[in-house]
């Protein structure tokens, strides 16, 4: 009944920018964060980046802090990445992730740790 998707990855030179966005959509009552990880190949998926849905406080990895920018957009229930001065390290399978409560069979439903199916970023000359 909920769904992530994510759109926006692709091929992009060093130095470049990239915009992902990934839109919530089912019977969804609120949302507390989304975020995006990463996975690169023979990696384990780390976070990149987090907003709260209510006061719009973000919070970056290290790695990203600087370069990247999380955004949200709470009346399509969406979440912006905005990857400028990308680097080849930023090669990665991009995860949206979500904590929201959404509403089924006459009851609300928390799914705290929510995931799309990815987009893949790959940063090359």
């Known amino acids: 009944q909920v769904q992530l998707v994510e759109s926006g990855g692709g091929l992009v030179q060093p130095g470049g920018s990239l915009r992902l966005s990934c839109a919530a959509s089912?019977?969804?009552?609120?949302?507390?964060?989304m975020g995006w990880f990463r996975q690169a190949p023979g990696k384990e998926r780390e976070f990149v980046a987090v907003?709260?849905?209510?006061?719009?406080?973000?919070y970056y990895a290290d790695s990203v802090k600087g370069r990247f920018t999380i955004s949200r957009d709470n009346a399509k229930n969406t979440v912006l990445l905005q990857m400028n001065r990308m680097k080849p390290e930023d090669t990665a399978v991009y995860y949206c992730?979500?904590?929201?409560?959404?509403?089924?069979?006459?009851?609300?439903?928390?799914?705290?740790?929510?995931w799309g199916q990815g987009t893949q970023v790959t940063v090359s000359s």
């Open positions: 089912g019977s969804i009552s609120s949302i507390n964060t």
């Open positions: 907003i709260s849905w209510s006061g719009g406080s973000t």
């Open positions: 992730n979500s904590d929201l409560i959404y509403y089924t069979n006459r009851a609300y439903v928390r799914l705290s740790d929510y």
